[in-house]
């Protein structure tokens, strides 16, 4: 009976979380939850790994069938496609640049938390139309965010605790019973799927 209501439990869960992913519309969301879930398949049976051709073959035969084989053509179907209204790759694209901007300029102390979009608009006089219209714009970038907010010491301290966090999981892993490896795993790939995201 425990079995059975495990079961149900996680498949509720698994249920709910699958709709707020789709609802949320976000495709670095989106993306980054298909990398978790394909590290934990070719965890459990690396056969798994076959899928990487097999998605290219996919994606090169929707280009040709899409976009007459042009590949920027179907870049840009893809990002309109999945986001009409929204922030397209293009945008993205501007946002970065202005981001590495920033960093260059306030490599040591970044701009400060949350303001370095104001910042970019009222001292580059290069400021973009998109600077202009949205002078609040952010990175959609978490590493070029954090370098921008606080600074590259930051970002490196940043990226320390993800690598220490992943150093400590594979060796628990490894010492751990099979239930605790499990839940690891799942960590595991749930933190990777959300370095993909941000």
């Known amino acids: 009976h425990m079995e059975m209501i495990y079961k149900i439990i996680v498949s509720i869960g698994i249920i709910l979380v699958l709709f707020i992913l789709v609802m949320t519309q976000s495709r670095g969301a989106i993306l980054g939850s298909l990398v978790g879930i394909f590290m934990i398949l070719v965890w459990k049976d690396k056969r798994f790994l076959y899928l990487i051709p097999l998605a290219f073959l996919a994606?090169?035969?929707?280009?040709?069938i899409f976009a007459d084989g042009d590949p920027?053509?179907?870049?840009?179907?893809?990002?309109?496609?999945?986001?009409?209204?929204?922030?397209?790759?293009?945008?993205?694209?501007e946002y970065w640049k202005n981001t590495i901007y920033l960093n260059q300029d306030?490599?040591?102390?970044?701009?400060?938390?949350?303001?370095?979009?104001?910042?970019?608009?009222?001292?580059?006089?290069?400021?973009?139309?998109?600077?202009?219209?949205?002078?609040?714009?952010?990175?959609h970038n978490m590493?070029?965010?954090?370098?921008?907010?606080?600074?590259?010491?930051a970002l490196v301290l940043y990226l320390a605790l993800f690598s220490g966090f992943f150093s400590m999981v594979f060796y628990a892993i490894q010492k751990s019973r099979s239930i605790v490896k499990t839940l690891l795993r799942g960590l595991l790939c749930g933190m990777a799927a959300h370095m993909v995201y941000v």
Request: glycine fraction near 8%; charged fraction near 10%; proline fraction near 7%.
């Open 143 to 153: 590493y070029l965010a954090v370098a921008a907010d606080m600074g590259l010491p």
């Open 106 to 139: 306030f490599p040591i102390t970044g701009t400060g938390i949350g303001i370095y979009g104001k910042v970019f608009h009222d001292i580059y006089s290069f400021a973009t139309p998109l600077a202009t219209v949205r002078p609040l714009f952010y990175a």
């Open 72 to 93: 920027t053509r179907f870049l840009l179907l893809l990002d309109t496609y999945s986001n009409p209204e929204g922030d397209t790759l293009q945008t993205r694209i």
């Open 59 to 64: 994606l090169f035969i929707a280009m040709l």
